[in-house]
DNA sequence: CTGTATCCACCTTGATACTG
DNA sequence: CAGTATCAAGGTGGATACAG
């Protein structure tokens, strides 16, 4: 990472400045989708099983059923989660991961695992 | 992902609950670290490169001071980045990712590949 | 240059009540 | 059950001025 750059500026004093802005970038893009207090922590839980609205405001620890209810249609809008509407009685939804929304589990693995690992220090301030 | 538990509570209607409730923790860990809407730029940012204050202002897009400032004092507080204060004339300050930061590294390499890869998806809704 | 202090507008949220 | 509407309250950010 830092040290693969052709292009040739003036002088930024710092090499590699394009790739830095570049993965900025693409966090950010990432962020856009997944950022915020609650969205990560909704497609991870889905990423294991789909679920229903009361049972994801039961397991997304603290958030409450208005914000659920917004952050559900944001994330669906960006097709990274699916709602479907099963006529029991009465009724329930169900939501669940798309196969894009599916690419971020690799992703998300690997960021619960990176937590395990470090939890401690985090917790330990 | 999902079909690895060994635990049998009651009746959890679905599996692996405990795990992922376990990785929806761990990712919190990391969002109370990372989380919120400058810190992962700015240590992405570092990643690549030590920087000074006023160079960070102008990478990180559309940050302010005051919310930099704050930013910074976090996560030097939860050991991510290194303040230090050169006496030239007048005095600049560097920041840097310090090895416990720099294990992020890792993460943030493969979110921007990804973010990178996905991005006209994302960019077109 | 590297911040801090203050004021203020905005956004987000929680609680509650209500609908289909 | 699965939401939506409303309102009050707190947090968060930007601009500006100022300090070391």
Chains 1, 2 share one sequence.
Request: with cysteine; net charge positive.
């Amino acid at each position: 990472m830092g040290n693969t750059v052709t292009t040739k500026k003036p002088a930024d004093a710092k090499p590699s400045t394009a790739a830095c802005t570049l993965s900025m970038k693409a966090i950010q893009d990432i962020m856009d989708v997944l950022g915020g207090k609650w969205r990560i922590s909704i497609v991870t839980c889905l990423c294991f099983s789909p679920r229903r609205f009361s049972e994801l405001l039961k397991m997304v620890d603290g958030i409450s059923g208005k914000v659920l209810s917004r952050e559900l249609k944001d994330l669906e809008m960006n097709k990274l989660i699916s709602r479907t509407v099963k006529d029991t009685q009465p009724i329930t939804v169900e939501y669940a991961i798309t196969d894009y929304g599916n690419s971020f589990k690799e992703l998300i693995q690997i960021m619960a695992e990176w937590g395990v690992k470090h939890r401690k220090k985090i917790i330990g301030h």
